[in-house]
């Protein structure tokens, strides 16, 4: 089981917002999808309603045959269009809502939502360039349309690599609607990516003023607060959390890493021991009680290098793991083991120094000197690196969690 995700942070919330607020009318005019667009074909509605059944049901040929004969259709009211396309958005058929979208919008080009939602379907295909062409072509009226529209871009042009643009964007639109969930969510996570932990902090405390129950704001905070060096302010939030959500794996985690990192090892192995008790647990899991169990010296060698093996195998390129499993190694007195988990990371991540400052060591123990020089020299060269690999991997993990990667 993968941790706990939100759909592209908060997506499906934005989806149903095409039905709901975004359709907000303003000093009560009527917007575009509150007039009836005459009277709806009842194909279309029983296509609909078939279409509906066969996505649920996960008969995913039947649904896209049933999807062909509804666009076929000469008229389809625009709330059965973007219902329909929310329902296969929400189950990542992303080609195919953008087939209801763009349908959408080619029979009602001044509805909003349908634009909207059409360059959403793109931005979660990464066609990035695509998703903005649309939205930059969208009609805005309503102020949570403005809104609405400027939050899009940002996450746009920051899936571009505009950060500056995107960073002007999310905040705009979260300054002019602090209660909207997403947006402090999307903001917070812009500052993480760009390691901007003060105002990654900031952007989230300020969304749980609105959502204090919020668990992906509480964690995205509980991060922000841990990377940003409050480790302790980090660990409280955590229990608060998983006071709220007992199941919530990633708070877990989140809190035993932040114990393991505090020196507190004996508790980070409790944590993390919980944690895979639960069963089906994430591989970091594994890895976060092998390492606490390192420091605390405990002599249970098969079963560090048993969780190591699991999370290694789960884990791309875990480079930790093999630094973890060259020390277990090294502990059971096997040096030639040892060495192979080190010239492996150093070869994954030829900038590792810790790794080349261990193998260097080793290289030393097992009497291969010319060997064990090489290495201290390519650790000389790297020692000056300040980058906690441990908190980096955190970081990289919970981004993917938080967006819905994961």
């Not at 709901?20 to 074909?41: C, K, M, V």
């Not at 905040?171 to 003060?198: H, I, T, V």
């Not at 607060?225 to 302790?232: M, V």
């Not at 002599?299 to 499993?325: F, G, S, V, W, Y």
């Amino acid at each position: 089981m993968h941790l706990q995700r939100i759909p592209l942070a908060l997506v499906v919330a934005l989806w149903c917002l095409s039905l709901l607020a975004l359709s907000a009318p303003a000093g009560g005019a009527e917007t575009p999808s509150q007039i009836r667009f005459g009277s709806e074909s009842a194909t279309a509605r029983s296509l609909a309603d078939s279409l509906e059944g066969a996505i649920s049901q996960g008969q995913s040929t039947r649904a896209r045959e049933i999807l062909s004969q509804l666009l076929e259709q000469a008229k389809v009211d625009p709330d059965l269009l973007l219902k329909a396309g929310v329902s296969l958005a929400q189950r990542e058929w992303y080609s195919e809502a953008k087939q209801v979208f763009t349908r959408c919008v080619k029979d009602y080009p001044d509805l909003f939502e349908g634009h909207y939602n059409l360059a959403l379907a793109d931005l979660a295909m990464q066609k990035n360039s695509e998703a903005l062409t649309v939205l930059e072509r969208s009609p805005q009226g309503t102020k949570s349309q403005k809104l609405a529209r400027l939050y899009l871009r940002g996450k746009i042009l920051g899936a571009l690599g505009q950060p500056r643009q995107a960073e002007q964007d999310l905040s705009a639109a979260f300054s002019g609607a602090p209660q909207q969930e997403n947006y402090a969510l999307d903001l917070g996570l812009f500052y993480l990516r760009q390691r901007a932990y003060p105002q990654a902090s900031e952007a989230f405390a300020r969304g749980k003023e609105f959502h204090p129950r919020s668990i992906f704001l509480l964690l995205g905070l509980s991060l922000a607060q841990f990377l940003s060096g409050h480790s302790t302010e980090s660990v409280d939030l955590c229990r608060k959390l998983l006071k709220l959500e007992p199941t919530f794996s990633p708070a877990r985690l989140l809190l035993g890493f932040a114990l393991y990192q505090n020196g507190n090892f004996e508790e980070a192995e409790k944590v993390a021991e919980a944690g895979l008790s639960a069963g089906n647990p994430h591989p970091y899991l594994h890895y976060l009680h092998a390492a606490a169990l390192l420091k605390l010296q405990s002599n249970q060698h098969d079963r560090m290098l048993r969780e190591l093996a699991l999370a290694d195998r789960a884990i791309p390129d875990c480079t930790l793991c093999a630094l973890a499993k060259s020390k277990v190694h090294e502990a059971m007195g096997n040096l030639e083991a040892a060495i192979t988990e080190l010239e492996r990371a150093v070869k994954l991540e030829p900038v590792f120094s810790e790794a080349w400052y261990h193998l260097s060591l080793v290289y030393g123990r097992a009497g291969r000197r010319q060997d064990a020089a090489r290495a201290s020299a390519e650790f000389s060269k790297l020692k000056s690196e300040k980058l906690n690999r441990e908190s980096e991997l955190l970081r990289d993990l919970f981004l993917k969690t938080l967006s819905g990667q994961e």
